[in-house]
C-alpha cells in the first residue's frame, strides 16, 4: 500500500510539474495575442483553466500511480504507461505551439494526435486496471472540448 501511494504521488507531482511548466508558454500570450483572438460564444473565461487543468493533472496522476503500482516488469504497465508518457508530452506540445507560437492550425494538429493518444491511454489503462482508465475520462472529454474551441478561434481567425 505503502508503494501504492508513493507511486501515486511521484505520478501527481510530474503530471503537475509538466502542466506548471507548459504554463509558462500559456502565461506569456494569455494577456496579449491571446486576448485579441476572435473567440467562439462558449469561449470559458481565462480563469477557469487553471483550476480545471489542476484537477485535470492530480486525476491523470492518480491513474498513472494506479497503473504503475501494478508492477512495471508487466508488458501492459509498460506499454500504458508509455501511451500515458507520450500524450503528456503532447499535451505540453499543445501549450506551446498553441500559446508560444502563437499557432492554432498547427496546435490543432497536435491536438488532434493528443486525442488519439489519449483515447490510446485510456484501452491500456483498462486493460490494468478500470479505475486507472475511468479517472481519465474526465481528461478526455475536456481535450475533446479544448479540440472544439481550438478548431474555431483557428475558423475564426
Same mark, same amino acid.
Given at each position: 500500500?505503502?508503494?501504492?501511494?508513493?507511486? /501515486?504521488?511521484?505520478?501527481?507531482?510530474?503530471?503537475?510539474?509538466?502542466g506548471? &511548466?507548459?504554463?509558462f @508558454?500559456?502565461? !506569456?500570450? *494569455?494577456?496579449?495575442?491571446?486576448?485579441?483572438?476572435n473567440?467562439?460564444?462558449f469561449?470559458?473565461?481565462?480563469?477557469?483553466?487553471?483550476p480545471?487543468?489542476?484537477?485535470?493533472?492530480?486525476?491523470?496522476?492518480?491513474?498513472?500511480?494506479i497503473?504503475w503500482?501494478?508492477?512495471?516488469?508487466? /508488458?501492459?504497465v509498460?506499454?500504458?504507461?508509455?501511451?500515458?508518457?507520450?500524450? &503528456?508530452?503532447?499535451? @505540453?506540445?499543445? !501549450?506551446? *505551439?498553441?500559446?508560444?507560437?502563437?499557432?492554432?492550425?498547427?496546435?490543432?494538429?497536435?491536438?488532434?494526435?493528443?486525442?488519439?493518444?489519449?483515447?490510446?491511454t485510456?484501452?491500456?489503462f483498462?486493460?490494468?486496471?478500470?479505475?486507472?482508465?475511468?479517472?481519465?475520462?474526465?481528461y478526455?472529454?475536456?481535450?475533446?472540448?479544448?479540440?472544439?474551441l481550438?478548431?474555431?478561434?483557428?475558423?475564426?481567425n
Amino acid at each position: 500500500m505503502k508503494k501504492k501511494v508513493l507511486y /501515486i504521488t511521484i505520478a501527481i507531482v510530474v503530471c503537475l510539474l509538466i502542466g506548471f &511548466l507548459s504554463g509558462f @508558454a500559456t502565461q !506569456s500570450s *494569455v494577456d496579449t495575442w491571446y486576448s485579441t483572438l476572435n473567440k467562439p460564444n462558449f469561449n470559458p473565461p481565462n480563469w477557469i483553466f487553471a483550476p480545471v487543468w489542476t484537477v485535470l493533472y492530480i486525476l491523470m496522476g492518480i491513474a498513472a500511480g494506479i497503473v504503475w503500482a501494478k508492477g512495471f516488469y508487466h /508488458i501492459w504497465v509498460k506499454t500504458a504507461l508509455y501511451f500515458f508518457g507520450f500524450q &503528456l508530452l503532447f499535451n @505540453a506540445l499543445w !501549450s506551446i *505551439v498553441f500559446f508560444g507560437f502563437q499557432n492554432p492550425f498547427w496546435a490543432l494538429l497536435v491536438i488532434l494526435v493528443l486525442l488519439g493518444l489519449i483515447l490510446q491511454t485510456i484501452k491500456c489503462f483498462k486493460i490494468v486496471s478500470r479505475t486507472a482508465a475511468y479517472l481519465l475520462i474526465p481528461y478526455l472529454l475536456w481535450v475533446c472540448f479544448a479540440l472544439l474551441l481550438n478548431y474555431k478561434i483557428w475558423e475564426l481567425n
